[in-house]
């Protein structure tokens, strides 16, 4: 548990994934439909490059961006407690699912005082007991404000979910940005999801791409997630998670079980 997290029953949940869209995004929208099925969830769209939940979610593309406006009032001394609430957004009535949209117009980043990041973190671990981040890739540039926001989201975090494209060039870019990752946070504990597998690998099967990440990373993959172009189409369509449109699918199958991992390990049930 992260050192703002451990007084509170409440946590913090990274979804980080190297450059070359492995798949942040789709994780982080249907990890957050199933922890709310069990709890009340806050989905952030932290991605301060090319954030993609409101239209992913089919929300107005002009609401106001949660994260970017929470930050700038609580750097202007203001109390954002009851802001977060109010800043939030409903996609579905069926489960208690929220959502603070992106800063599409990313340069508006360097004119925010991203220092105060980790401290408006405590503030939605008291507002809420998860809440998922959906990260950009880069995290090290000091000169970047863009980065320093995913940096202290990844530092303030009790559980990193890094996600792996299952494909040579995907693995290539995660055993990088893994290094770095572990380099940097080496006492975080982390969850590895290898994306858009293809027949044949699966947990019991040792894949090629699997032995390429232990071989070259010392990366051990937890979780497979089939490729599932019909779901994923159907949830384009319909503007909902994978999890809900279709959550018999193997890949929804997956990914209720790592819910129920990160709800165990983070605020110890179900």
Same mark, same amino acid.
């Given at each position: 548990m992260s050192l703002i997290s451990q007084t509170r029953n409440s946590a913090i949940i990274a979804v980080w994934g190297p450059a070359g869209s492995p798949g942040r995004s789709m994780l982080s929208a249907a990890l957050s439909w199933c922890l709310a099925d069990f709890e009340a969830t806050r989905l952030v769209d932290a991605d301060t490059y090319a954030p993609s939940q409101a239209i992913t979610l089919g929300i107005d593309s002009e609401t106001t961006p949660g994260l970017a406006f929470c930050l700038r009032s609580l750097a202007s001394g203001e109390s954002v407690r009851q802001l977060i609430t109010e800043m939030d957004v409903k996609p579905?009535?069926? +489960? $208690?699912? !929220?959502?603070?949209?992106?800063?599409? +117009?990313?340069?508006?980043? %360097?004119?925010? /005082? &991203?220092? @105060?990041i980790a401290a408006l973190l405590v503030e939605y671990l008291d507002a809420g007991r998860l809440t998922v981040f959906d990260l950009a890739a880069s995290f090290e540039s000091l000169e970047s404000a863009k980065d320093q926001v995913t940096a202290a989201v990844l530092e303030g975090a009790d559980t990193i979910i890094a996600v792996c494209d299952a494909s040579e060039l995907g693995v290539? +870019? @995660?055993?990088?940005?893994? #290094?770095?990752? +572990? $380099? !940097?946070?080496? $006492?975080?504990k982390y969850i590895v999801v290898l994306n858009r597998t293809r027949k044949g690998i699966n947990k019991k099967s040792h894949s090629r791409i699997a032995q390429l990440l232990e071989k070259y990373g010392?990366? #051990? *993959? /937890?979780? @497979?997630?089939?490729?599932? *172009?019909? &779901?994923? %189409? =159907? =949830?384009?369509? @319909?503007a909902e998670p994978v999890t !809900?449109? /279709?959550? !018999?699918? =193997?890949?929804?199958? $997956?990914?209720? &079980?790592? =819910?129920k991992r990160i709800l165990l390990q983070t605020i110890g049930s179900i």
């Open positions: 579905y009535r069926e +489960r $208690e699912l !929220k959502l603070h949209t992106g800063l599409l +117009r990313s340069e508006i980043w %360097d004119e925010l /005082d &991203v220092q @105060f290539l +870019r @995660f055993i990088r940005g893994m #290094s770095r990752l +572990r $380099e !940097k946070y080496p $006492e975080q010392e990366i #051990s *993959v /937890d979780y @497979f997630l089939p490729l599932s *172009v019909g &779901v994923s %189409d =159907a =949830a384009t369509e @319909f !809900k449109v /279709d959550p !018999k699918s =193997a890949i929804s199958q $997956e990914i209720e &079980v790592i =819910a």
